[in-house]
Nanobody, 121 residues
Framework: HVQLVESGGGSVQAGGSLNVSCALSTDSVCMAWFRQVPGKEREGVAVIDRNGRSTYGDSVAGRFTISKDNTKNTLYLQMNSLKPEDTAMYYC???????????????????WGQGTQVTVS
């Protein structure tokens, strides 16, 4: 059974920073961060492929950075200049590419973590 475990969430003030991590029990072509606020759809935050190429959602581009440590099988999301609207449950996900691309299409991700809460006030 493949497991993804997020950690590093918490409460911070607006303008602050937070780094969340995801430990994976296996490698995947695509690794991503999603977030969800109660009552709203799950939103793609950032995705990274096996070559280290990354894509960001418009709302976080320039503020967040996705990275991975292949040796440790760990995914990271560095969040800077946090805003109250960044408050959400953050989920890491692992899955596969279509036509050589990693996208935010949720059906492409077959493994999901339980999430870590990030609250910005």
């Amino acid at each position: 059974h493949v497991q993804l475990v997020e950690s590093g969430g918490g409460s911070v003030q607006a303008g602050g920073s937070l780094n969340v991590s995801c430990a994976l029990s296996t490698d995947s072509v695509c690794m991503a961060w999603f977030r969800q606020v109660p009552g709203k759809e799950r939103e793609g935050v950032a995705v990274i492929d096996r070559n280290g190429r990354s894509t960001y959602g418009d709302s976080v581009a320039g503020r967040f950075t996705i990275s991975k440590d292949n040796t440790k099988n760990t995914l990271y999301l560095q969040m800077n200049s946090l805003k109250p609207e960044d408050t959400a449950m953050y989920y890491c996900a692992a899955g596969f590419a279509r036509n050589g691309y990693c996208s935010f299409l949720q059906s492409n991700y077959n493994y999901w973590g339980q999430g870590t809460q990030v609250t910005v006030s």
